[in-house]
């Protein structure tokens, strides 16, 4: 198949899941043996100095695939709408894929305008709860982005999640087919779990924003060091929440590390140096998570079962589900630092039983949260949308 997948705002290469997320998928789909051509944004992101990609994308080719950089800021994504049809004219698709967000849906209409099948990848509640401010503003004008989230919704042929409840309730549930990301379990693929740590290192990966819980990461770390345990605590990724993570974490700058972001080629080599992953997500600061449920394909913690890591993390659907307690890793109450505390000695107090869970962690994820099963799922449904089936 030729396949145009567009992933507008989001950087690839970068450091973000979506960056991730897009950049595997391309991969995968051409190891498979398609023809794919990824529109993305370049790691440097919009700028008004940035002329000829702004109206025209930059390619290159990567990892099989061929990138299209197109900087174009995140709330004029409709501008490339005429963009997507040129190309789309020039490459003649059998099937356009979408990574949707707010201010984007060229791709949709592309593909509507073009009687191309089209499928909407949807990693995020589509329409916000009353309670966001974005929500409140699109309401007092009437629900222009709710009609157009709702129409995208309506025009591609398939609808690709994590969860079910990300997309409106008006939608009819035949078209969506929940489908979680993965792990590379080619790349991850290092020595935890046989190479056991001295002192034991507990590892956080992913963005420093609140309802992921680095600060609670922090806040346990410092609880157990008070208490005399010989532990270590590294920390890679920025955010919001990175000035006052570092700051609770300095009286123990020695035994708390913070690497910052780092390049996706760097992390399963610092995944080999752990002896856990923790990953405490909380719901509470995030009013859409609240509302629909866990709804995001955490990857971290399928990178850490990759790595052969046991896992942390909260006790909540469906991340349960994932890392199922006693067997690939632990649970902890959700927003409850002493028994995360609890949880990372439970794991660390017991190399045996963590190289035990570690092992089951990768057999898991190779079976069922890969991005080889990931691909090879989404290619046998991109083939029925081409076969009009």
């Known amino acids: 198949m030729r396949i145009l997948y567009l992933a507008h705002g989001i950087p690839v290469p970068g450091h973000l899941g979506g960056s991730t997320h897009a950049r595997e998928v391309a991969q995968g789909l051409a190891r498979r043996g398609h023809t794919v051509h990824l529109v993305a944004a370049s790691p440097q992101?919009?700028?008004?100095?940035?002329?000829?990609?702004?109206?025209?994308?930059?390619?290159?080719?990567?990892?099989g695939f061929r990138l299209h950089h197109q900087d174009i800021p995140r709330a004029l994504g409709w501008l490339a709408a005429w963009t997507v049809l040129r190309l789309a004219q020039a490459l003649r698709p059998d099937v356009v894929m979408e990574r949707y967000y707010n201010f984007c849906g060229a791709g949709v209409w592309v593909a509507r305008h073009l009687a191309i099948p089209c499928l909407l990848e949807v990693n995020?509640?589509?329409?916000?709860?009353?309670?966001?401010l974005k929500r409140r503003i699109d309401d007092a004008l009437g629900g222009p982005m709710r009609w157009w989230a709702t129409t995208q919704c309506r025009w591609a042929d398939r609808i690709v999640t994590p969860l079910h409840t990300t997309v409106p309730a008006e939608i009819p549930r035949h078209k969506i087919v929940e489908l979680p990301w993965?792990?590379?379990?080619?790349?991850?693929?290092?020595?935890?779990?046989?190479?056991?740590?001295s002192p034991p290192t507990a590892l956080f990966l992913g963005s420093f924003r609140a309802w992921h819980g680095v600060v609670d990461v922090v806040r346990a770390a410092v609880l157990l060091l008070e208490q005399g345990y010989d532990y270590r605590f590294v920390l890679v990724g920025d955010g919001p929440e990175r000035a006052a993570?570092?700051?609770?974490?300095?009286?123990?700058?020695?035994?708390?590390r913070f690497l910052g972001a780092i390049p996706y080629e760097q992390v399963p080599?610092?995944?080999?140096?752990?002896t856990v992953g923790v990953a405490p997500f909380t719901t509470r600061p995030h009013p859409a998570l609240r509302a629909a449920g866990f709804f995001w394909s955490p990857l971290k913690i399928y990178e850490y079962m990759a790595a052969s890591l046991p896992v942390i993390t909260a006790n909540l659907p469906p991340l349960h589900t994932i890392v199922r307690d006693g067997q690939e890793g632990v649970l902890f109450r959700e927003d409850d630092v002493p028994d995360l505390a609890r949880a990372i000695t439970q794991v660390l107090g017991d190399p045996q039983a963590a190289r035990e869970?570690?092992?089951r962690a990768?057999?898991?994820v190779v079976a069922s949260y890969s991005w080889q099963r990931h691909c090879a799922e989404l290619e046998q449904l991109l083939e029925t949308m081409v076969r009009g089936q």
Not at 48 to 55: D, E, L, R, V
Not at 249 to 255: L, T
Not at 269 to 274: D, E, F, G, I, T
């Open 124 to 132: 995020a509640l589509i329409v916000d709860p009353p309670v966001v």
């Open 182 to 197: 993965g792990a590379d379990v080619e790349r991850f693929s290092g020595c935890p779990g046989v190479c056991p740590q």
């Open 362 to 364: 990768r057999a898991r």
């Open 357 to 359: 869970m570690g092992r």
């Open 269 to 274: 080599a610092v995944l080999s140096r752990a």
């Open 245 to 256: 993570a570092e700051q609770l974490a300095r009286p123990w700058a020695g035994a708390i």
């Open 45 to 63: 992101g919009a700028s008004w100095n940035g002329i000829s990609p702004f109206f025209r994308p930059v390619s290159s080719g990567l990892d």
